[in-house]
């Protein structure tokens, strides 16, 4: 035992003559220096790779991103009625038209803003909601104007209006100067268009008597254009301007002009193919003339038909037909309580009515895209 005690001792003692010098007074100031000026080029590092979300987004456009704006406004394209919303926030139909999120909301979801953006006309915004953004966006508009009148939809020029009076509601509760900042920084988003070919342009006789299809594209592509610039001019900066689906294969349009097999219709998908590639052309065309601005094409159209020619490849059953009643025609105020969902697993859908993808659909579209268009949303 003594020996065990004296062995302890002994590494005890020669453990202390191993003690390392103490810090002189100099010699730490120099140490603190140094590590003080390798912590602030780290943070500084971190920050500058770290792009802030923008306080809001804002949307224009029609169905796809319209959270319920019909709602408030006299018009055939309503969707604030069960089957609609089954699968949202407590089974509500709030004017979606899906079966839950739409594509604003899971944009803002992902860039960090909110989880909804809600619509500006028929709801109570809060503060809160008016700083982060709203959608002036109506089902059944188009940048024609004929296509909004057709079913009474907000035009897009009427879009701008209530644009106008969203900018003086902020300024009210934040101030010229800060209201300016959230215009200026925030992210704008664009969809629409599809309406003009489906609904205006191949559905009815109007715009038929007037334009062949190539003068009819470059006058809905004139008509975007002057829409995007004056968006410009109110004070957007980052605009998302979203292309067309195919909508050659979109249900209703395989019903209408599809045949008997009510197959994808190659000319409606081919007026996509152009307008889009025009479209892109004319955005790039803006960039380059108006100073400051950062908008980007998002082409809508490759993802969504790569996931109805590759349905499997996305664990998707079903293409051809929607999700409520028998998916070959319902729509809407057609899509209702008493035909309902048809399909026992609406995750194995594309679509959820005849014009519109399921959430499902929709996450895995806007997934995809956020990837492809990284650099531009960070």
């Known amino acids: 035992m003594h020996q065990v005690h004296r062995s302890i001792r002994g590494r005890g003692r020669a453990s202390m003559s191993r003690r390392p010098p103490q810090c002189t007074s100099e010699l730490c100031v120099l140490i603190l220096l140094v590590l003080g000026i390798i912590f602030q080029a780290q943070a500084k590092s971190s920050n500058r790779s770290r792009t802030p979300a923008p306080p809001a987004l804002i949307v224009f456009g029609d169905s796809v991103v319209d959270p319920g704006n ?6 055939m394209a309503k969707c604030n009625h069960p089957p609609y919303g089954k699968d949202f926030v407590g089974h509500q139909a709030t004017g979606r038209f899906s079966n839950g999120k739409i594509p604003s909301d899971m944009i803002a979801s992902k860039l960090g803003i909110k989880q909804y953006v809600p619509a500006y006309l028929g709801t109570k915004l809060s503060t ?3 700083l982060t953004g709203v959608s002036f966006a109506s089902g059944g508009c188009g940048y024609d104007p004929l296509t909004s009148e057709l079913v009474q939809a907000i035009s ?3 879009q701008l209006k209530l644009f106008k009076e969203y900018k003086n509601k902020l300024k009210e509760i934040a101030g010229e100067t800060k209201t300016n900042s959230i ?5 704008y988003m664009v969809i629409t268009g599809t309406d003009d070919l489906a609904n205006t342009y191949f559905t009815t006789p109007f715009r038929r008597a007037e334009y062949d299809l190539p003068s009819y594209i470059k006058f809905v592509v004139e008509s975007a254009s002057s829409f995007l610039q004056e968006l410009y001019h109110l004070g957007a900066r980052k605009i998302i ?3 067309i689906s195919p909508i050659g294969c979109l249900p209703s349009q395989r019903t209408l002009a599809g045949g008997i097999e009510r197959e994808c219709v190659t000319l409606y998908n081919q007026a996509a193919v152009v307008y889009n590639s025009e479209l892109s052309k004319e955005v790039q065309r803006l960039n380059d003339t108006l100073a400051g601005s950062r908008t980007v094409f998002v082409d ?6 790569d996931m109805i020619q590759n349905p499997n ?9 929607g999700c409520c009643g028998t998916g070959i025609f319902e729509v809407t105020l057609t899509c209702n309580r008493f035909t309902a969902p048809a399909c026992e697993d609406v995750s194995k859908h594309i679509f959820w009515d005849t014009y519109h993808p399921t959430e499902r659909a929709y996450e895995i579209l806007i ?9 531009f949303l960070n």
Do not use: C, H
Not at 183 to 187: A, E, T
Not at 315 to 321: K, L, Q, Y
Not at 367 to 375: D, G, I, V
């Open 70 to 75: 019909n709602n408030a406004i006299v018009t």
């Open 313 to 321: 490849n996305y664990g998707f059953t079903e293409i051809a037909r």
């Open 156 to 158: 897009m020029s009427d």
């Open 300 to 305: 809508m159209y490759t993802s969504l038909l």
């Open 367 to 375: 997934r995809k895209l956020m990837k492809q268009y990284k650099s």
């Open 183 to 187: 215009i200026s920084r925030s992210m």
């Open 241 to 243: 301007v979203a292309g």
């Open 128 to 130: 809160e909601d008016l």
